[in-house]
Structures are given as structure tokens and as C-alpha cells.
């Protein structure tokens, strides 16, 4: 049912992807047969498998328990920020305040500014 999941979204169990001893892998110990167990998964996206660094568990340090946390360090890393380089804005001209005077003889045009 698990598999058929992470088939159908394309995930990826990293508990199972990093090579380690399995007292690093198992989270839970059954209370009578003390064996430890594999319950507790971490599912990530195929895409984003390369963000994780190892999943592993961590050994209780306060007391003793059956279960033990998943630990999972993933590499964050943020986008720069896109600026907007400001420019001045363009001046449209005028053609309204402008004087044309042309000499038709020679085809030129002189302009000159009210």
C-alpha cells in the first residue's frame, strides 16, 4: 500500500535509499521479541531526493524508550531576489510646442522650441 503510493505521487522512502548499518534504521523495538522494526518513513518528492543528506535515527539520550526519532537533515537553499533595475522614464516629445519653418528651395527644416 505504501509502494503503491510513492508509484502513483513519485516519492521516494528515504529510510531505504542511504546504506547504514540497521541500528541506525530501526525506530521501534517490539516490547516482548526486542527486536527493532522499521515503522516510521520519510517520504520526499524524486525531484527533491538530492536536498537530502541521510535519514538515520537518533538514540534516546534522557531515558530509555522502545522508539527512537527519525532524523532527516535536508539542504535549504534560497533564491536570490530578483531586482528591478530602475531607469528613467522616456520623454515622449512634444510636437506641439515646436515651430517648423521649412525653405522649400533648398528642402531643409530648421525647428526651434516656444
Request: a positive charge; aromatic letters at 8%; glycine letters at 0%.
Amino acid at each position: 500500500m505504501l509502494l503503491d503510493l510513492c508509484v502513483k505521487y513519485s516519492l521516494v522512502i528515504t529510510n531505504t535509499v542511504f546504506q547504514q548499518a540497521n541500528k541506525f534504521k530501526a525506530s521501534w523495538m517490539h516490547p516482548h521479541s526486542k527486536h527493532w522494526h522499521l515503522i516510521d518513513y520519510v517520504l520526499v518528492r524524486q525531484r527533491d531526493l538530492w536536498d537530502i543528506r541521510l535519514t538515520r535515527v537518533m538514540h534516546p539520550t534522557m531515558a530509555w524508550l522502545d522508539h527512537r526519532m527519525v532524523r532527516t537533515p535536508v539542504l535549504l537553499a534560497a533564491k536570490p531576489v530578483k531586482r528591478k533595475h530602475w531607469t528613467a522614464p522616456r520623454r515622449k516629445l512634444d510636437v506641439e510646442t515646436q515651430q517648423y519653418t521649412s525653405d522649400t528651395a533648398t528642402g531643409t527644416c530648421q525647428c526651434s522650441v516656444i
